[in-house]
């Protein structure tokens, strides 16, 4: 099989998650662009490159292809934000992809994003003016979707330049629900990235619905979950919440319980959820009692209590009891316990839908790698290292002692978790760390 994926820019998550996930099966070939053509914090895609790479790689093999229409449209995720472009300009590039999609058989999954609105005044990924104004336009978006009004100071050059990002970018979005009902796409999901009960995000995502759009909470893992859909195996899965009385709780960043949001990760990858007996898979959900967690916020919740065991069937683990990070006494109890060949696969990292739709996407690739006798074992080693030396290792504990992307500090503040890692993937690695956004949010991690 044969999949062309375009990433939303190069973090690690975006762009070395998936070719890892790929790697576990043998007869499934993921091919992807250089990373220096996709952006970055600071810098845009090179859409023109990206577009001819688009027509070199479209052969007639190809059996499915796996994009994130941000990227082409605006130049990435954080860019859908930021950029000036007109309507008309972004549709002009945004046509010449649609002629090259159209005259290929392969299956086209896609996904964009409803541009978020965060609750913050740290401008770093959003407009310059959102240092200044940003609590107060999330309150204004807010209060304009609950009640529909709302008064506030904020400039009005300022609300206006934002309204009309907004617009821009909600435009782009019912384009692409026309295209959708021309039959251009196998799938097409509509992102709500960050948000809240309330929101001018979320009021367009009720839109987009009444239009016959799909829409889902979360980001970052929705290209992973469109790749675990593209691999058509068949595979029933059963849901184990840790904390079973507190599964209708909502997690940071979202909108809907964590019950279903385990639930619509499962199905839209492909999934179909049973009971334990019928089960392919145990999904193990380590979620919270009260309130999510989150470390590095110094947000804290009631860690897991309880006393780990090996179901006697292949699990997978989802560590949503904090947003982003592990909870550490749950992974003491599996190192403690060990694993074994029905370990499927472990993950931790950033907003609940991020853990659950790149696990899903993992476990779907071993599953059917290894009903077809195509497992790559070392690659599903590297990649479960990674994982906890990222999502444990560093997000949990390392990062709460450094205070700047240093690679020396973190190289030697790793090494104690390097060790037990070793010890439960039973794998030798050298690790080597880099800040690629020169932040302290997200870690590269290559391992040889």
């Known amino acids: 099989m044969r999949i062309l994926f375009l990433p939303i820019d190069n973090r690690p998550v975006c762009y070395q ?18 990373k220096e053509y996709l952006g970055d914090l600071t810098k845009s895609a090179d859409k023109e490159k990206l577009l001819n790479w688009f027509s070199e790689n479209l052969t007639n093999d190809t059996n499915a292809v796996i994009i994130s229409l941000d990227t082409i449209a605006y130049g990435g995720l954080i860019p859908s934000r930021r950029s000036t472009d007109s309507y008309d300009t972004i549709k002009k590039g945004l046509d010449k992809l649609k002629s090259i999609l159209e005259n290929s058989n392969a299956k086209v999954y896609a996904f964009s994003s409803i541009m978020r609105i965060s609750n913050n005044n740290i401008n770093i990924e959003e407009k310059e003016y959102w240092n200044l104004y940003g609590e107060k336009i999330f309150k204004y978006s807010f209060e304009k979707d609950k009640f529909g009004t709302s008064k506030t100071d904020v400039p009005q050059d300022v609300l206006n330049d934002y309204l009309e990002t907004r617009d821009r ?8 629900l026309e295209w959708q009902k021309e039959g251009l796409f196998e799938k ?9 009960e309330y929101g001018l995000n979320v009021g367009e995502a009720r839109q987009l619905e009444k239009m016959g759009g799909f829409t889902k909470t979360g980001a970052d893992e929705i290209p992973l979950t469109l790749l675990a859909s593209a691999v058509n195996e068949p595979l029933k899965a059963v849901i184990i919440f840790n904390e079973p009385n507190s599964r209708n709780l909502i997690s940071n960043y979202e909108d809907i319980s964590i019950e279903n949001s385990v639930k619509g990760q499962l199905e839209l990858a492909g999934c179909k959820i049973t009971t334990t007996e019928d089960a392919d898979i145990v999904l193990y959900v380590n979620n919270f009692e009260g309130h999510q967690g989150e470390i590095v916020m110094n947000r804290k919740t009631r860690l897991y209590s309880g006393t780990w065991e090996e179901p006697n069937k292949p699990y997978i683990i989802a560590d949503v009891r904090n947003a982003n990070g592990s909870d550490n006494n749950l992974i003491e109890q599996i190192l403690k316990t060990g694993i074994s060949d029905l370990f499927y696969g472990y993950s931790g990292w950033n907003t609940s839908a991020n853990t659950l739709g790149s696990l899903i996407c993992a476990m779907k690739f071993l599953y059917a ?33 450094i205070k700047q992307p240093d690679i020396n500090t973190i190289t030697e503040a790793m090494q104690p978790y390097e ?5 439960l993937m039973d794998i030798e690695f050298t690790a080597k760390y880099t800040f690629p956004w020169n932040r302290l949010f997200e870690v590269e991690i290559e391992l040889t």
């Open 369 to 401: 790698a290894k009903k077809s006798n195509q497992y790559n074992k070392i690659a599903f080693k590297h990649l479960q290292a990674i994982r906890f030396l990222d999502d444990w290792a560093y997000q949990a504990n390392v990062r709460q002692e």
């Open 169 to 176: 970018n909600f435009k782009i979005n019912k384009l692409y």
């Open 17 to 34: 998650l998936p070719k890892m996930i790929a790697e576990i099966h043998n007869g499934i070939q993921l091919v992807i662009p250089p």
């Open 419 to 423: 060790n037990a890692i070793r010890k």
């Open 188 to 196: 097409l999901i509509f992102s709500k990235d960050d948000c809240t």
